[in-house]
């Protein structure tokens, strides 16, 4: 049998987690959000006191299990939907994703997945690094100014207050520098990957302009 794939890159707040999220839905695929990923484990070494610019004090990732239940993250049975929202986790998780080791256990336990399900998953390097062959390469952005009021409104649903919207562009802004130039698997678009500013156009557009493209490119697979 063979499984299908839809990777979805873009900076933090283009959207790609809830296109993504309602895409899997429609579909009826599994939803991955590495992002998620990623910031429960930076969520973690803070917890543990871990050194985090050192690369190789996180070796707990060895022993940490990672499952994905409705399109969310629950980490050793735990929910991290609201826990990774955490600034002290926003303020590191460019740190610690930027380290070779735990991007390559991350990104093995990410192919694992993929191997054995039909996914969509969103992230920063999935159509460059994690799923260079998916389906459907998806590059998302926005400007930065409606990237903060998106994730505002979503920490504010969330009920996570103490961030103002000026404090989140600076964040963004500082999050699209680190990520874009960091050395290994930087964010980037893959060239094979549809290009989609999300600034001016409605999530439910976006998800049907990229279920009517999936469906096309696989048709007759079914």
Known sequence: MKFHSVAIDGPAGAGKSTVAKNLAKK????YIDTGAMYRATTYKAISLGTELDNPYDYGFLDQTEFI???GELYMDGVNMTVLNRQKQVADNVSLVSSHVPVRNKLVRLQQQIARINNVVMDGRDIGTVVLPKADLKVFMIASVKVRAKRRYEELKALGITGQSLEDLIEDIQRRDDYDSSREYN???????????????????????????????KIKGEF
């Open 68 to 70: 994905f239940k409705n």
């Open 27 to 30: 579909l009826n695929y599994i």
């Open 186 to 216: 930087p964010l980037r678009q893959a060239e094979d990957a549809i290009l989609i500013d999300t600034s001016d156009i409605s999530i439910e557009e976006v998800t049907k302009l990229l279920y009517d493209k999936f469906m096309t």
